[in-house]
């Protein structure tokens, strides 16, 4: 038998480069610039009238940790940029980038992009191999000028903000030129180096102090902040002339203050030159046609609807493999590796995971595992500090992860703090009996942070910040939200199960999982009350509903986190003691907030179907609405759940069905940029509400009413290359293209357990669109790759490659019809039923036939 694999039926190249970036103009905001990176280091890349432009960015780069006290203002805390670094090809003379004469192009299938103006090219890429940007610069005009490389700092070269100090300098080394800069505040220190040197034409070094760059000036000082210097410009000037030369931008970061990220740019630079721009080129083309070949999905339609959706998902692959791959942290939400306006940006520096996980979700069925270390990495190396922070803020066990989290955790608050802190937050002292030991301490935190968030505006009153705090005591927005961190435990345990790699498991994924079960178990506030059941007081869901009881948020989280580490444990056989605990839990665990409950914060009438609600009440601040998490987080409820737990699987159609009333019948309306709606009608099955909603948010319809700061950032709804600034200035975002290929791959492909630690059941095409053809090949539970097409509504094939071996379990896709299942081997078998459940061997391709 044939294999029915991607190898055979799909030209990667023509699929992939259905995506590519085309311009035949300038781009009129940088943000709309061409997107470049290796996943630690990257950048748009843009042009003025004269020039191409960059903003280096990298993972690693952060102005401050978790301990800072600086940065008490919303906003303000800031990194990730390194440098700017301007290609200027004009001095006296005309310019070369004019609207109506410039190509730009962008190949997803190559990582590279090429922009053409009056008589010059440059092309680049991200190394996908080293940290180094590579450019080659074609300047073919009649009267060749000089060209400037120009490397710029961030910043003036000496700021102090608070207890913080940002210290940047230039210099020049073996005819390239450095960009130097430390952040310290106590014992924190980051530091990075970008260096800039070229091959294939003569340069000269420029700088315009004392010196001429040759040395420091002011290096016989004490001080580093006394009397900055007032050149922030270095300049590498290319000799004039025909043809071809080769540009090499390296950059490197550490935590380490004993490490010299100078030495390491240069050498990557050095080693850039050694190797050659083309050799690096084939090795970068390499990697990323290999990348291309994992997964794919390819749509058409009459409507071209379908081919849309496709060009979206596939520029949302290559926008992950850029921005998060082969670093110690992800990148940020709002801005990723592209932020081209300096390094503040709205929402701060520190991670949002319920902006983050929207990356994340689509990463796992593509097969792309890698994308996803990074994430890891981050929430791992934290583990001690959320062990600290469990005990300190919450008076519980395991670790508190908080939806908004530095890169390296939480401070170790003093011991007088953190017993105030379990009083007030925990609702047993009044909060007007705050200290004012208390309020001097959270007086110089960051108001974003999750434990400081009860924090809102703030302004200079007098010379003094003045904070108005958001009025429900200890409340705020995100301080009682507990469900982040089972979305972030979840994520683990779902890489076991597309893996299953037991050593992950029990290395890496368990001690999250066990961490965060253990924290609601002892949460003070977990309560087993008359009834016999558990309840949770005094939490919040998804920023609302504060001081609610048994919120959607905290109770989602329980009845997903305790299921799956009951079974994780059980698969380790490792705490069989505890096993039995979270047991018992789990099994007296209060339902889920519904309508039908008396103290539902809304309320449906006697005889109508119950429906989802976010908490029992009553609520500070007196909000009311339905919920739809159980079908959007932690495989809660989807199809399969109609066979498993045919009332959960009720209560969430009747909530679909109550929010297509409140909408009108109209699902376009929503979708915002963080809507996981599509997602959610993939799930369950429901293929036009979802091509409404997965249409509609790719198009930004809602903008106007679902930006933040929408005035502030132009009323942009989207920019040439497909990115928004939804939340704010210099934070540029996918969410929406990651909420929209995670809707997608389960519109084409479920790998769904009909809850969470139960067997998993592959779906073909279970909310395809009538008008849709699709052909997918994607990664679902158990290592299994499921390639199949569907045109006029017709499934001809299925074909299942079992990299480890084990179960299938495959809902038919052919209803009750009878199957033939065969292999290369000549194995042949006939299958029945609904549900076709068989064994596999590892590296055994299997196909699925309906017999007629």
């Known amino acids: ?40 280091m ?21 102005a401050n940790d978790c301990d800072t006290n600086s940065f008490n203002r919303r906003h303000s805390d800031y990194a990730y940029a390194s440098a700017f670094v301007d290609i200027d090809f004009v001095d006296y003379g005309e310019d070369v980038f004019h609207d109506d004469r410039i190509k730009q192009h962008l190949c997803l299938y190559d990582g590279i992009a090429e922009i053409s103006g009056d008589g010059v090219k440059a092309q680049a890429y991200a190394s996908a191999n080293q940290d180094v940007f590579g450019v080659r610069v074609e300047d073919e005009r009649e ?49 990075s180096a970008v260096a800039i040197g070229i091959y294939g034409r003569e340069s000269i070094a420029r700088m315009n102090d004392e010196y001429g760059g040759q040395m420091p000036v002011g290096s016989f000082r004490e001080s580093q902040v006394i009397g900055q210097p007032n050149e922030t410009e270095m300049r590498l000037c290319v000799k004039p002339g025909k043809g071809t030369f080769d540009i090499f931008i390296g950059s490197a970061a550490s935590f380490d203050e004993s490490e010299d990220v100078i030495e390491s740019a240069v050498a990557l630079v050095q080693q850039a030159v050694v190797t050659g721009y083309e050799i690096m080129l084939q090795e970068h083309k390499i990697w990323w046609n290999q990348f291309w070949r994992k997964s794919y999905i390819r749509l058409s339609s009459e409507d071209k609807s379908g081919e849309f959706v496709e060009q979206h998902y596939t520029y949302y692959m290559y926008l992950m493999a850029s921005n998060s791959r082969g670093g110690i942290f992800p990148p940020n939400f709002g801005g990723m590796l592209l932020s081209p306006r300096g390094d503040l940006r709205h929402w701060g520096a520190m991670h949002w995971w319920n902006n983050m996980n929207l990356y994340y979700n689509a990463v796992l069925p593509s097969g792309h595992n890698e994308l996803f270390h990074p994430y890891f990495n981050m929430y791992t190396s934290m583990y001690d500090s959320c062990v600290a922070a469990a005990k300190q803020q919450w008076g519980s066990e395991g670790i508190y992860i908080p939806e908004v989290v530095t890169f390296n955790g939480m401070e170790e608050l003093p011991e007088d703090i953190a017993a105030e802190m379990r009083e007030l937050y925990l609702v047993r002292k009044p909060w007007d009996q705050m200290s004012d030991r208390f309020r001097d301490f959270a007086y110089s935190k960051r108001p974003h942070e999750s434990r400081w968030n009860w924090k809102y505006h703030e302004q200079y009153v007098d010379g003094k910040l003045v904070y108005v705090e958001r009025g429900f005591g200890s409340f705020g ?27 992950w498991l029990r290395e890496r994924a368990y001690p999250i999982i066990k961490g965060v079960a253990e924290f609601f178990r002892h949460f003070p506030n977990l309560k087993k009350d008359k009834d016999g059941k558990y309840h949770i007081y005094n939490t919040t869901s998804d920023e609302k509903y504060y001081g609610g009881k048994n919120t959607m948020d905290s109770m989602a989280g329980m009845h997903t986190i305790f299921p799956i580490v009951i079974k994780a444990s059980g698969i380790l056989e490792v705490d069989e003691d505890l096993r039995t605990v979270w047991k018992e839990l789990y099994d007296h665990l209060a339902p889920m907030p519904h309508s039908d409950h008396p103290d539902a914060v809304l309320r ?43 009332e959960m699987f009720e209560t969430t159609m009747n909530t679909i069905k109550f929010q297509e009333g409140l909408l009108d019948h109209d699902w376009s309306r929503a979708a915002s940029e963080m809507s996981s709606s599509a997602r959610v009608l993939a799930h369950m099955g429901l293929a036009e509400p979802f091509k409404q909603v997965v249409l509609a948010q790719l198009e930004c319809v809602n903008a106007e009413r679902d930006y933040c700061y929408f005035t502030d950032t132009g009323r942009v709804k989207s920019f040439e290359n497909r ?35 139960k067997e998993s059941v592959i779906r073909v095409f279970p909310a395809c669109p009538e008008n849709w053809d699709a052909e997918m090949s994607l990664w679902c539970h158990g290592g299994f790759v499921v390639t199949s097409e569907i045109h006029s509504g017709v499934i001809p094939y299925v074909n299942i490659s079992s990299t480890l071996g084990g179960i299938c379990r495959v809902r038919n896709p052919w209803g009750e019809a009878e199957v033939s299942l065969n292999n290369a081997a000549g194995r042949e078998l006939i299958l029945k039923g609904s549900l076709l459940v068989f064994d596999t061997r590892k590296d055994e391709d299997i196909e699925l036939h309906v017999l007629n």
């Not at 950048?43 to 952060?62: C, E, G, H, I, M």
Request: charged fraction near 20%.
């Open 477 to 503: 927005f995100t301080t009682h939200m507990f469900a982040s961190q089972v979305g972030i435990a979840y994520h683990y345990w779902m890489y076991y199960e597309y893996t299953q790699d037991a050593a």
């Open 723 to 757: 990115l928004t600034v939804r939340e704010g200035i210099n934070c540029i975002s996918a969410q929406r293209l990651g909420n929209a290929a995670s809707a997608l791959q389960a519109a084409l492909c479920q790998s769904q357990p009909p809850g969470p630690g």
């Open 604 to 646: 449906t009438e006697e005889g109508e179907p119950a429906v989802w609600v976010g908490a029992l009440g009553p609520v500070l601040d007196n909000k009311s609405g339905i919920e739809l998490k159980p079908g959007r987080f932690g495989n809660l409820c989807s199809l399969e759940t109609a066979y498993d737990n045919p």
């Open 1 to 40: 038998m044939e294999r029915m694999n991607a190898d055979v039926k799909i030209n990667y190249e023509e699929l992939v480069s259905r995506a590519d970036l085309h311009y035949e103009h300038t781009v009129k905001r940088s943000e709309g610039g061409l997107p470049l990176g290796n996943g630690r």
């Open 42 to 62: 990257g950048s748009l890349l843009w042009t003025s009238p004269s020039a191409v432009k960059f903003q280096v960015n990298r993972v690693d780069v952060y």
């Open 143 to 191: 009267a060749p000028q000089g060209i400037n490389i120009k490397l710029k700092m961030m910043r003036p070269a000496e700021v102090v903000t608070k207890n913080h100090s940002a210290i940047s300098s230039l210099s020049m080394r073996d005819g390239m030129i450095i960009l130097h800069q430390k952040f310290r505040e106590g014992s924190y220190y980051c530091s």
